[in-house]
């Protein structure tokens, strides 16, 4: 168990809604990371928070947005769903902003219909 | 820029024989360097990660990876393979390109036969 909790483990929507992923990070870890994990793109990185703010951006579309909040849980949020964002999304954490070990949460399997 | 290549996508072992998972890289900076696994239906787990100090660096389950900044590799080793090894690795790469984003590989997915 890494310390990374991710809820819902599983999620079944349809084409067109909005669903939000969420994240707590291991305690005390100020950095949290979303990952899209796909069969054809493999592991895509998103986006990085660090302590509330965003740090770092990667292959995210516009449809999808993200936050951290005051207590460091953060929320993924992915709207105008399409088939081809069914995928598994994962959140780590790590302690500080840098090359630090990335602490994975089990992950969010997302089914769009 | 920062790439990745893990240089097979499958490789399949006998139980107690060696295990090599091959990974290059590249990095405008000095980087860190990473070997994640991933059991089924589960998150990934860091195996072990090199910074900048020993270039024989030793991880979790006996595993081993040795960076070679001439060759830009960063192999993956294991004197015996255990069943339980059967898993997806993945090799990741990190720098500090004005943010630090991690750079993951293809993944190779390791089959031990009994």
């Known amino acids: 168990d890494s310390g990374v909790t991710q809820t819902p483990k599983h999620l079944i929507t349809a084409t067109g809604q909005r669903v939000t992923l969420r994240c707590s990070p291991r305690?005390?870890?100020?950095?949290v990371y979303w990952y899209q994990q796909s069969l054809d793109q493999g592991l895509q990185f998103l986006i990085q928070?660090?302590?509330?703010?965003?740090?770092a951006k990667g292959n995210i579309l516009e449809r999808f947005s993200a936050q951290q909040f005051p207590d460091l849980h953060s929320e993924l949020n992915l709207s105008s769903l399409e088939l081809g964002d069914s995928a598994l999304y994962f959140c780590?954490?790590?302690?500080?902003?840098?090359?630090?070990?990335?602490?994975f949460g089990p992950g969010t399997r997302l089914l769009v219909l | 820029a920062q790439s990745v290549t893990q240089l097979d996508s499958h490789v399949s072992v006998s139980e107690g024989t060696p295990v090599l998972l091959r990974c290059n890289y590249s990095s405008s900076y000095s980087p860190s360097l990473f070997w994640y696994v991933q059991h089924p239906n589960k998150g990934l787990q860091l195996l072990l990660k090199?910074?900048?100090?020993?270039?024989l660096v030793k991880g979790i389950n006996g595993f081993e990876a040795e960076f070679k900044k001439s060759e830009t590799s960063f192999h993956l080793t294991k004197p015996s393979a255990h069943m339980s090894d059967a898993a997806e690795y993945f090799c990741?790469?990190?720098?500090?390109?004005?943010?630090?984003?991690?750079?993951f590989g293809a993944g190779t997915r390791l089959f031990v036969k009994a």
């Open positions: 990741a790469v990190s720098a500090n390109t004005g943010g630090f984003k991690t750079i």
């Open positions: 305690s005390g870890d100020l950095s």
């Open positions: 090199y910074t900048s100090a020993a270039t």
């Open positions: 928070y660090y302590n509330g703010e965003e740090r």
């Open positions: 780590a954490s790590s302690a500080v902003l840098g090359a630090e070990t990335q602490y």
